[in-house]
């Protein structure tokens, strides 16, 4: 039956942050009572207690309407297209299990999608939820912003930095335009990030509109407290951005200027001896560039490993 909308959470052995989640998530549909709102939990193939304590959590909590799907091959896209493919509602709500959504997000959710005369890829705000997390992964700017390609907005912007795949919403019909998440991209691949911002891109170039929306709040939990953790997390957006660069560099072009505003830093870089990207966690333009490097060659191999079976992107012609 079909619903107002779809609150998809793609999870791996977080069952004690998942709980508070979806706790968060019945607080925000009893605050738009006039929507018909599902929550939709996919469990990508998890080896703790995740499928007992959604059971326990749903048992005190009858009122919210809650499936939960199984998605036996491990990978965020995997998980992603699994959610999208059993998502029974007209609007589409994606956010991470270890997020904790804003009690008015629905409401701000249904009264921007009934704005819309044309489907938007819209993504909000994300705060830390865990001071003691390193400032990793938040968006907190308290303006709105936008890009499309009527626009030219690559040209002058790096769409990879519009919206955060933790916290994104879409309508049904853009998701039939655009298809599934690129399953050679994200967690659980061997290219560890990315598939969000290809989402972005291919939005992008099928013409539809991107926009932040900073009402739409989540607080994330991300965990990620040492150094280390700074470096290894640039470290994947980098490999996926270099597969992203593999992917469009022929046929789209603009979306790929972030690699030339990258390497007109290096010789600054090495000259002056200096950090000239995250110095605070020791990670370099060099070595994102080098990462970047891995990542085409990567997403070219599964390219070439695949070719014979794939679908081709509609994007891509």
Not at 46 to 52: A, G, K, P, V
Not at 132 to 154: F, G
Request: proline share 5%; net charge neutral; hydrophobic share 35%.
């Amino acid at each position: 039956m079909a619903k107002t909308a779809s609150v998809i959470i793609c999870t791996y052995n977080r069952s004690a942050a998942l709980i508070p989640c979806l706790t968060s998530i019945l607080q925000a549909i009893h605050a738009a009572p006039q929507a018909d709102v599902e929550i939709l939990i996919v469990d990508n193939n998890s080896t703790d207690n995740t499928q007992d304590a959604v059971a326990t959590w749903h048992t005190e909590h009858p009122d919210c309407t809650l499936r939960i799907v199984f998605e036996p091959q491990k990978g965020l896209s995997y998980a992603r297209n699994c959610g999208l493919s059993h998502a029974v509602g007209a609007l589409l709500l994606m956010i991470d299990d270890d997020c904790i959504m804003d009690a008015n997000y629905i409401a701000n959710a249904l009264v921007h999608d009934a704005r819309d005369t044309d489907p938007v890829l819209r993504g909000g705000s994300v705060f830390l939820g865990d001071p003691t997390d390193q400032p990793l992964t938040i968006k907190t700017e308290a303006a709105r912003q936008s890009w499309s390609r009527k626009r030219s907005s690559s040209r002058h912007e790096n769409l990879g930095n519009s919206l955060l795949g933790c916290n994104m919403m879409m309508r049904r019909t853009l998701v039939d335009k655009i298809g599934p998440f690129d399953t050679a991209l994200g967690a659980g691949s061997s290219i560890p990030g990315g598939e969000d911002t290809d989402y972005i891109f291919r939005a992008y170039i099928h013409g539809f509109e991107i926009e932040y929306a900073p009402d739409l709040k989540i607080h994330h939990f991300h965990g990620r407290k040492k150094v280390e953790d700074g470096y290894n997390l640039f470290r994947n957006y980098s490999i996926g951005g270099g597969a992203l660069y593999a992917k469009y560099i022929f046929s789209h072009p603009n979306i790929c200027r972030q690699l030339y505003w990258d390497l007109k830093k290096l010789p600054g870089e090495w000259i002056r001896n200096e950090n000239r990207f995250m110095p605070e966690f020791g990670f370099t333009m060099t070595d994102k560039i080098r990462y970047s490097i891995k990542g085409m060659y990567a997403y070219w191999w599964s390219r070439l490993r695949s070719r014979d079976t794939a679908p081709r992107d509609p994007a891509m012609r």
